[in-house]
C-alpha cells in the first residue's frame, strides 16, 4: 500500500464506524498559551475533554499536522540520527467524546491492523497501565480483559505511569493507555531474542505504532486526579512509523512519504543515499539527506500555516529548524547556495490532496526559505571568518579547548550553530568546552523560563454550565453570571482570570486586540484590563487585588465594554477589510493576509509581496479606501452559513486559521470585500472618517507591512502636517517648499565639499609634521603619537598617508573623538612579515589600558574604549612591541 492509500484506509474504516473526518487544525497552536505549536492529534479537541465545548460530533477522527521540536516533547537532535524520530509527523486518531471507551476502541484496533493492514499477528505487542499506588490509579484490568481476548497474554505487558499514563503537560485531561507495538526486524533476530524485551527500549525496530489513551482524569494545579465529567478516548497512531511497517521496511525514511524528496536530494547534490550502513563520518551524508527531508516538511507546512521564521517564539523555533537543516547540507552535502527552496514544490505536489494549503501558498513559502537561506549562508560565512580568529587566538595563547562562552555568543548571537564549531574545531586539532556551553545556554534558558513563567491555580467553579454566548456584536453592556475564576502570578504580579456564560467583551482573536472595561458586582466595580480566549474559554483578565469574596458571592454581574475603546478598535478593523481589497486590485490577487493588529490607534497588516509596495501604489489604495468610506457601504454579515456556501460567495479565507463548517462573512459591497471574520465592525464604512498610510516596510521575506490610522487621528495628523508645512515656508521665506529644500541641500553641499577640502589641507600638514618626528628603532620608522583629528575615518586616513610617505613604517596614533579613546595601529607589509606582528592582536592589548576593544588586519587595526585616561598609557605601550 503506498502512503495515500494507508492514510485513505485510515478514515475510510473510521468513517465506517460512524465517525466525523475533520481537517487538520494548523501546526501553530493560536489561543491556546500552553502551546506553541499543535504537538499532539487531541490539542485542537482538549477543551472538548475539559467539558469547555461541545464537538461537532460525539466520533471524530483525522489526521493531524504535529510538531515536536519545543518544551517537553522535543526531539529535535535526535531526528536524522535514528530511523523514526521526525519534527513534523502526522497523528492519525480517533477520538470518542463521551460515546464508546475502551471496548469498541482497541477491538476497532486489533481490526485495523490485522484485518485492514494485514499486519502480523505474531510481530504484534499491546500494553496496559499497571497501575500507581502514589496517585491511586489501579491497574487497568478492563483493558488487560479486552486485550485478552484477541491476543496471548504474554504478548502483554504491564506499563509504568511513564510509559502508560498520558498526560498532556503539568495540568489538563489525562488518563491510563494501552500501546500497540511491532516487531520489524529479520527473522533471524527474533529468534535471538523476543520482542516484548525490547519493547520501550528505543529499538529502531521494535516500535510503538499506536496509543489508546483513555481521558478519565483531570490533573489538577496541586497534582491531584478528578474523575472527568465523562470519559472519552483519545488515540494516536504515528503515520510515518505505520508506513514503514506496512511497507515492510526498516526505516520511515524509505517510505514512500520521504523518498521523494530524498531521491531529489540525491540528484541535486550527486550523493547516494544508504550506501553506508553504519554511522561512521562518511554516513553523515544519509543523516543529512534525512535532517533535509525531514526538516522541509516542518519549516514548509508551518509557513503555509502563517508562522514566519523570525528571532522570537514559535518563528524562532522554525527559523532553528531551517538552520540545522541548512547546516548538514553545506557540511556534508555540498550544498552551499539555497537548495531547500527547490525542494518546496516537490513536497507540495506530494501533498496536495492532504494538506493543500502548501500547494496554494507554493511560491510564497519558496521565497520565505530562499530568503532565509540566503541570509544563514551568509552566517555561515561571517561565522566561518570569526572561527578563524578565535581559533588563531586559542592557539596562540597555547590552549586546546575553545571557551563555552565564545561557543555560546557564536550561537546565540551569530547563529553559528555550536555543532558546527565543535566539528570544524575538531578539523583544526582543537575541541569546545561542551560543559561551558551547556552551562551558558542553560543560564539563558532559565532567565527566559523566569521571564515567561506563570503559574495559575486550579479553576474555582461557582456555576454550572458549558453554553456561552458573545453578545458583542450588538451589545455594550448584560447581566451574566460567573461560571468561574482562578488567580494567575505573572512577574507583573497576581491577576484574576474570569469566565462568564454570556459577555460583551470580545477576547483577542484574528488581531484585534481584546476589549477592557469593568464587571458590576453588586456595590463591587471589578477592572477588566485584557480579555483572551484560551481553547474556547474567553478570559476577561483583572489586576484588582482580593477578589475572591467579592467573585464567590456574586450571584449575577453586570458586564461592560469600554465603548469609546471599542469604537476606535473596530474602526481600524473595518478599514482593514476595505485595505485589503484595495489592496488585491492595485497590487494583483496574489497578496494574501500574513497577519494583523487593531487596537484603539491602529491598524497595522502584514501581506505576502516581494517588492516595496511604492508611494503611487500607497497613494492608489488609499484613494480606493476613501472612496468606499464616503459611499457609506452598510455592514452585512451572514452568521453560520456552510463554509462552502462562503467559499462559493468569494469570501478571503487567511492561511492558518482554522475554520469551522459553519462560519461567519462579513461583507461591504458583495463585488468589493467579502472576508470570513468573527471580529466586530463599525455599522457602515462611512464611521471610519478617514484612512492614511503612516509607514509600509519588510517584515520578513516575501512579507511587506503597512501601518495606518483612521477617524479623528487621521484628521490630527494630517492637521498636523500641514501646520509644520505652513511653519516651513515661513522659516524658509518660500512658498515652493520642494525648490527651497533642494537649494538648501545644494548649499550644504557645496559647504561640505570646502569644509573636507579644508580638513585634508589640515590633515597633509599634520602627515608631514608627524613625518619628521619618525624615529629609527632596528631599522624601523617609527610614531607614536597622540594627534587631533575630526573623526575615526580621518584617523585611518591620516596612518595610510603617513605609510604611503614613509618605508618601513610602524605606527601608532591615538585620538580623542566624540569624548572617547580611539586607537589605530598600522604597519608596513615588510616589517610585519620581518619582525612577526600582527596590527591585530597588537590594538587588542593597547585597548585594555583604555577599557575597551578592538581588532582588524594583520596591517591595520583599530581599537575604542570608555576610559580617556587610559589614551596616553595605550600609545605609549604601543612602542614596545617594536
Keep these: 500500500m503506498t502512503s495515500h492509500e494507508i492514510r485513505k484506509a485510515f478514515l475510510d474504516f473510521f468513517k465506517s464506524k460512524g465517525h466525523l473526518i475533520v481537517p487538520s487544525a494548523p501546526l501553530v497552536a493560536k489561543n491556546d498559551p500552553t502551546l506553541m505549536f499543535n504537538n499532539s492529534g487531541m490539542a485542537q479537541f482538549k477543551d472538548f475533554f475539559l467539558g469547555n465545548g461541545t464537538p461537532p460530533s460525539k466520533r471524530i477522527a483525522d489526521t493531524q499536522k504535529c510538531l515536536r521540536v519545543s518544551g517537553k516533547h522535543n526531539d529535535l537532535e535526535d531526528v536524522g540520527f535514528d530511523t523514526y524520530h521526525h519534527t513534523m509527523f502526522e497523528m492519525l486518531g480517533n477520538w470518542s467524546f463521551g460515546d464508546y471507551f475502551k471496548k469498541e476502541a482497541l477491538e476497532w484496533s486489533w481490526e485495523l491492523l490485522t484485518e485492514v493492514y494485514k499486519l502480523p499477528k505474531d510481530r504484534i505487542y499491546v500494553s496496559v497501565f499497571g497501575g500507581d499506588e502514589k496517585d491511586g490509579v489501579p491497574f487497568d484490568q478492563e483493558a488487560y480483559d479486552i486485550w485478552k481476548s484477541m491476543v496471548s497474554e504474554d504478548r502483554i505487558i504491564l506499563g509504568n505511569k511513564k510509559d502508560n499514563f498520558w498526560e498532556m503537560g503539568d495540568t489538563g485531561p489525562c488518563g491510563p493507555c494501552s500501546e500497540i507495538h511491532i516487531d ?3 527473522q533471524a533476530e527474533v529468534d535471538k531474542i523476543g520482542g516484548k524485551e525490547l519493547v520501550n527500549n528505543d529499538h529502531p525496530q521494535v516500535v510503538e505504532i499506536w496509543n489508546n489513551v483513555f481521558m478519565q482524569f483531570e490533573r489538577k494545579a496541586d497534582k491531584s486526579l478528578i474523575p472527568l465529567p465523562a470519559k472519552h478516548v483519545d488515540t494516536g497512531m504515528g503515520f510515518e512509523r505505520l508506513c514503514m511497517a506496512i511497507q515492510g521496511k526498516k526505516s520511515n525514511y524509505d517510505t514512500d512519504v520521504f523518498q521523494n524528496t530524498i531521491q531529489v536530494i540525491e540528484q541535486m547534490s550527486g550523493k547516494k543515499y544508504g550506501e553506508n550502513g553504519t554511522l561512521s563520518s562518511n554516513s553523515y551524508v544519509d543523516v543529512a539527506m534525512r535532517v533535509i527531508a525531514d526538516h522541509l516538511r ?3 507546512f508551518t509557513i503555509a500555516d502563517g508562522q514566519l521564521p523570525s528571532n522570537a517564539k514559535a518563528g524562532y523555533v522554525i527559523r532553528r529548524i531551517l538552520r540545522r537543516a541548512v547546516r548538514y547540507g553545506y557540511s556534508y552535502l555540498g550544498f552551499h547556495e539555497p537548495f531547500m527552496s527547490k525542494l518546496v514544490p516537490v513536497l507540495a505536489n506530494q501533498f496536495a490532496d492532504v494538506f493543500p494549503e502548501l500547494k496554494a501558498q507554493q511560491d510564497f513559502v519558496t521565497r520565505v526559505v530562499e530568503e532565509e537561506e540566503k541570509s544563514f549562508l551568509r552566517t555561515l560565512e561571517t561565522g566561518l571568518r570569526k572561527l578563524d580568529d578565535i581559533f588563531e587566538q586559542t592557539k596562540a595563547a597555547q590552549l586546546s579547548t575553545i571557551s563555552g562562552e565564545i561557543v555560546f555568543e557564536l550561537s546565540d548571537t551569530f547563529g553559528f550553530p555550536s555543532d558546527l564549531t565543535a ?27 523566569k521571564d515567561s513563567a506563570k503559574e ?11 453554553d456561552f454566548e458573545f453578545v458583542g456584536y450588538d451589545e455594550v453592556s448584560c447581566e451574566a453570571q460567573i461560571l468561574k475564576y482562578r488567580k494567575v502570578k505573572t512577574k507583573a504580579g497576581e491577576e484574576y482570570h474570569i469566565v462568564l456564560d454570556r459577555t460583551p467583551f470580545y477576547a483577542e482573536m484574528g488581531g484585534q486586540v481584546g476589549d477592557t472595561g469593568h464587571l458590576s458586582i453588586g456595590n463591587h466595580s471589578v477592572n477588566i484590563k485584557d480579555t483572551k480566549k484560551e481553547n474556547d474559554l474567553f478570559i476577561h483578565i483583572s489586576t484588582d487585588k482580593n477578589l475572591d469574596e467579592i467573585l464567590q458571592n456574586a450571584t449575577t454581574v453586570v458586564a461592560h465594554i469600554e465603548e469609546d475603546r471599542r469604537d476606535k478598535i473596530r474602526t481600524n478593523h473595518t478599514v482593514t477589510h476595505l485595505m485589503l481589497a484595495a489592496m488585491r486590485k492595485v497590487l494583483g490577487t496574489h497578496i494574501v493576509q500574513k497577519g494583523s493588529y487593531q487596537d484603539d490607534t491602529v491598524t497595522r497588516f502584514d501581506f505576502s509581496h516581494f517588492a516595496k509596495v511604492t508611494d503611487e501604489e500607497l497613494g492608489k489604495i488609499e484613494d480606493i479606501v476613501n472612496e468606499k468610506i464616503r459611499e457609506n457601504i452598510p455592514l452585512e454579515t451572514k452568521v453560520n452559513i456552510p463554509i462552502a456556501d462562503a467559499i462559493a460567495l468569494g469570501a478571503t479565507a487567511t492561511f492558518g486559521e482554522k475554520y469551522g463548517d459553519f462560519v461567519r462573512v462579513v461583507i461591504f459591497d458583495p463585488t468589493f470585500s467579502v472576508e470570513l471574520c468573527g471580529g466586530t465592525h463599525a455599522s457602515s464604512t462611512g464611521k471610519i472618517g478617514l484612512f492614511k498610510f503612516i509607514s509600509e516596510g519588510s517584515v520578513a521575506a516575501g512579507v511587506r507591512r503597512v501601518e495606518a490610522i483612521t477617524g479623528g487621528k487621521a484628521i490630527a495628523v494630517i492637521n498636523e502636517q500641514l501646520s509644520i508645512n505652513t511653519q516651513l515656508k515661513e522659516v524658509l521665506r518660500n512658498n515652493d517648499l520642494v525648490k527651497a529644500v533642494e537649494n538648501l541641500l545644494a548649499e550644504k553641499a557645496a559647504l561640505q565639499k570646502k569644509v ?14 608627524l613625518a619628521k618626528t619618525a624615529q629609527n628603532i632596528n631599522g624601523v620608522n617609527v610614531i607614536t603619537a597622540k594627534v587631533s583629528v575630526p573623526s575615526a575615518d580621518a584617523l585611518k586616513q591620516l596612518c595610510f598617508d603617513l605609510k604611503n610617505k614613509l618605508n618601513s613604517f610602524y605606527g601608532v596614533l591615538g585620538a580623542e573623538i566624540g569624548g572617547k579613546p580611539q586607537i589605530a595601529v598600522i604597519i608596513d607589509e615588510t616589517v610585519m612579515k620581518d619582525k612577526n606582528l600582527h596590527a591585530g592582536n597588537i590594538v587588542k592589548e593597547l585597548a585594555k589600558e583604555m577599557k575597551g576593544g578592538g581588532g582588524g588586519q594583520p596591517y591595520f587595526a583599530t581599537a575604542g574604549g570608555s576610559d580617556l585616561s587610559g589614551l596616553e598609557r595605550a600609545i605609549d605601550k604601543g612602542k614596545s612591541f617594536i
Design 423 to 449: 566539528l570544524i574545531a575538531r578539523e583544526k586539532g582543537l575541541k569546545i568546552d561542551e560543559e561551558g556551553f551547556q552551562k551558558a545556554l542553560q543560564e539563558q534558558k532559565e532567565r527566559s523560563r
Design 184 to 186: 520489524l526486524r529479520d
Design 298 to 300: 516542518a519549516v514548509a
Design 756 to 769: 573636507e577640502a579644508l580638513e585634508n589641507e589640515k590633515l597633509q600638514e599634520l602627515k608631514n609634521e
Design 456 to 466: 495559575a491555580t486550579d479553576w474555582v467553579e461557582l456555576n454550572e454550565g458549558n
